[in-house]
């Protein structure tokens, strides 16, 4: 099956490039161009100087301004212990072997305390993330509509369509977000601050080391500034990607080893997105992004989801992940079975990892027996 990873540098010859670079332009494109030269090949792009206009890019620089426009309002704040929310993460910080996908400890409060907590991350044990997606710029922030555009025009017209989701994100410098892909064109613009993305077309889908992990959910106690991961009733199996691409320099070697794929293939695509730039992300890449902070300690971004068109492009990708693939190497993942089996084995063995490092209680040993039994 060499054939795959010679996809992979055919990809890269023929239409994305070799540098490791994305393709940057200094100016918005026409919508012909943008459809020609982007949409249709699933190539991204950096658009410099697109948002020069809006008078977002000044007035948010001020933490006044935003608290004087948000003064009543109540948004969703996200909490982790690290600023790893929607990741594959160990059930228990002891046995780093047995993983489960943890979303974070959500709560509603007033912007100028959830802004507070952003960005003064050192007074507490926690990593505030305002990442509620959902339209949340059009419910939550709809005060500050007038300082940016409704959607991008010249997207906008070369897609056929007004964005289905317009999300707002405001976080500090411990928050990143791990390797995924969505079912939209995303048009990414950053506000204020840095934005760093690792970039994996879709037919790098082999190299993600896509499994299926039992969901979870961080629960914060205020009384006990301590987290705990609870596993969701009925049990919820999310596909994710196991991969970390900056593990620590202890487990390096052990991640270098469990994903050939990754970190000895080519190398990912590399953007960083500063104020004023929007990022052109295809439907179906693979994404990882950290950001860099503004002078006040946070980083702004909005975001703009078109859908994305269902077509041949969206076959050929199912039938490739269909595909199963694996390096000489063989890997094996801690707490799965082998890459050849059914992916659902995978969560059964890992949602038991919850009854035995939770102390989950019979009723969830039945949920997940009836599970078993559906599938």
């Not at 620089?61 to 948004?75: I, K, P, Q």
């Not at 070369?158 to 990143?176: D, I, K, R, Y």
């Not at 390096?252 to 730039?277: D, Q, V, W």
């Not at 799965?336 to 992916?343: F, G, H, I, K, V």
Request: aromatic share 12%; proline share 8%.
């Amino acid at each position: 099956m060499r054939e795959i990873e010679a996809l992979w540098e055919e990809a890269r010859e023929l239409s994305l490039g070799t540098s490791g670079g994305v393709e940057r332009l200094d100016s918005p494109p026409t919508p012909l161009q943008f459809l020609r030269d982007f949409v249709s090949p699933n190539k991204p792009c950096v658009i410099s100087n697109a948002t020069l206009h809006w008078p977002a890019l000044s007035a948010w620089s001020h933490d006044s301004y935003l608290t004087r426009a948000l003064s009543s309002a109540h948004v969703s704040l996200h909490l982790t212990p690290n600023g790893r929310a929607d990741a594959a993460v160990p059930i228990n910080s002891d046995d780093p072997s047995t993983l489960c996908f943890a979303s974070a400890h959500a709560l509603r409060m007033p912007f100028p305390e959830a802004l507070n907590l952003i960005v003064n991350p050192h007074s507490t044990n926690f990593v505030a993330y305002a990442q509620q997606q959902n339209d949340c710029f059009r419910s939550e922030y709809s005060a500050l509509a007038q300082d940016c555009d409704a959607h991008i025009p010249w997207a906008t017209d070369a897609l056929g369509c007004l964005p289905e989701a317009v999300n707002l994100w405001v976080g500090n410098h411990l928050s990143e977000t791990s390797f995924h892909k969505d079912h939209y064109e995303n048009l990414y613009a950053v506000v204020s601050g840095e934005k760093h993305f690792l970039l994996l077309p879709p037919t790098d889908v082999h190299r993600m080391y896509i499994r299926n992990y039992p969901a979870a959910r961080y629960i914060y106690s205020q009384d006990t500034g301590k987290f705990t991961l609870e596993p969701e009733k009925p049990m919820r199996c999310v596909p994710w990607c196991s991969v970390d691409p900056y593990p620590s320099s202890k487990a390096k070697h052990s991640a270098m080893s469990r994903f050939p794929l990754y970190f000895n293939g080519p190398k990912p695509f590399e953007c960083t997105i500063k104020a004023g730039e929007i990022l052109y992300l295809p439907s179906m890449w693979f994404h990882h992004v950290r950001q860099s902070p503004d002078a006040a300690g946070r980083t702004i971004a909005i975001n703009y989801w078109y859908d994305m068109q269902f077509d041949i492009k969206y076959a050929y990708f199912n039938f490739l992940q269909s595909v199963p693939y694996q390096s000489t190497h063989n890997p094996i993942l801690p707490g799965t079975m082998s890459d050849d089996l059914d992916l659902d084995s995978d969560c059964d063995s890992f949602a038991y990892g919850f009854k035995d490092k939770l102390g989950v209680d019979e009723s969830v040993t039945n949920l997940l027996n009836a599970s078993a039994k559906e599938e």
